[in-house]
């Protein structure tokens, strides 16, 4: 079992649909998580970071926590085609230090 | 920008040489990562730093090794190199509590001919 696992997509939504992408994590005691986007060729980038369980909204993005079922999720509200990149749920596990494991990512095409 | 520069970009080089990666920050981070990114795999961790002179393997760290030995440089060296490990690096930096973000380097395209 992969310690962060995403469902690869790819996810096409029309333009101002909900984009829902989910993640789940294998270690129980992680407590940070995160979700990055990606363009084609660029480094990823920060999107949200959940630490208690619930949702957190910032914008046009929701990230929800479910610790009991290890399931995060992010929500894409009024989808863009600027929305069209690979979304990588990311998680800070403690094994000495600590690792940040990421997931194989989704990949959402936003269709106009 | 997070200060964090990756070098060289780009390198194509033979089979079996070694290569070294440099990753250079000016945050002062704590941590430091190396992850290849492949198409299906999503970024996997080789090996990454939780201080200086302090490394730890990631879960595809086979034929690779680093060193820290300055907080800001961490080195990623390909002892000899294969075709297998054409792809495209990056560096990440974080800071030392559990509740923090990784930062990103711009990658390295590394072709292995």
């Known amino acids: 079992q992969k310690e962060v696992e995403q469902n690869s997509g790819p996810l096409s939504v029309p333009e101002g649909a909900i984009a829902s992408l989910n993640c789940t994590y294998s270690?129980?005691?992680?407590?940070?998580f995160f979700w990055y986007r990606q363009y084609s060729g660029k480094s990823p980038e920060l999107i949200m970071s959940?630490?208690?369980?619930g949702d957190k909204e910032d914008g046009r993005f929701t990230a929800q926590l479910n610790k009991a079922s290890q399931y995060v999720s992010l929500l894409i509200r009024d989808s863009q085609p600027s929305d069209s990149a690979t979304y990588l749920c990311a998680v800070n596990r403690r094994t000495g230090g600590f690792k940040t494991i990421f997931g194989a990512g989704t990949r959402l095409f936003v269709k106009a | 920008d997070a200060g964090i520069t990756q070098s060289p970009r780009h390198k194509v080089t033979e089979t079996g040489t070694p290569v070294t990666l440099r990753c250079h920050q000016t945050e002062n981070h704590r941590y430091m990562y190396w992850y290849r990114q492949d198409p299906g795999h999503g970024l996997r961790l080789i090996h990454y730093?939780?201080?200086?002179?302090?490394?730890d393997k990631g879960e595809v760290s086979d034929g690779y090794s680093v060193s820290r030995s300055k907080t800001e440089d961490f080195l990623l060296t390909l002892e000899s190199a294969t075709s297998s490990q054409t792809s495209v690096y990056f560096c990440?930096?974080?800071?030392?509590?559990?509740?923090?973000?990784?930062?990103f380097g711009q990658g390295t395209r590394l072709t292995v001919v």
């Open positions: 270690d129980r005691v992680s407590q940070s």
């Open positions: 959940i630490y208690s369980n």
């Open positions: 730093s939780y201080g200086v002179k302090d490394t």
């Open positions: 990440a930096i974080r800071e030392g509590t559990e509740l923090t973000e990784a930062f």
